[in-house]
């Protein structure tokens, strides 16, 4: 198999997979902390064949960087009652809880079309 080179790449973290090592997974996280939640999206923005898209996320679900989970039938419980809870951020700093809408990611200086594209389209996907 023939790696792909990301040297040329405006996105400083394709670019540092050069030295980094296991390059998939680096870009697999990237787009899961952009908001993609779903095996079929990684896969088309990605283009990444689907066996090694399941060999990387069963690594990085393996490693803790990730958590596997099913798309409806959840629901978080407290462990001794039972009851359901809901989940928050808080601000590791002070413990202000923080809003789901109160954080965003924005494209860098050296960001190129393709990387602001993404971040435009997860800001969509979280607006929707």
Known sequence: MQRTSFSEMQCPIARSLERVGEWWS????RDAFYGLTRFDELQKILHIAP????RRLTALVEEGLLE???????????AETGKPVELMRVDANTGTPIAGNAQVTVPGPAAD???????????????A
Do not use: F, H, P
Not at 68 to 78: I, M, W
């Open 51 to 54: 066996n090694m898209l399941t």
């Open 113 to 127: 079309a393709t990387t602001r594209e993404r971040i435009r389209a997860a800001a969509e996907r979280r607006q």
């Open 26 to 29: 680096i870009l697999i996280l």
């Open 68 to 78: 596997r989970r099913q798309y409806c039938g959840v629901q978080r419980v407290d």
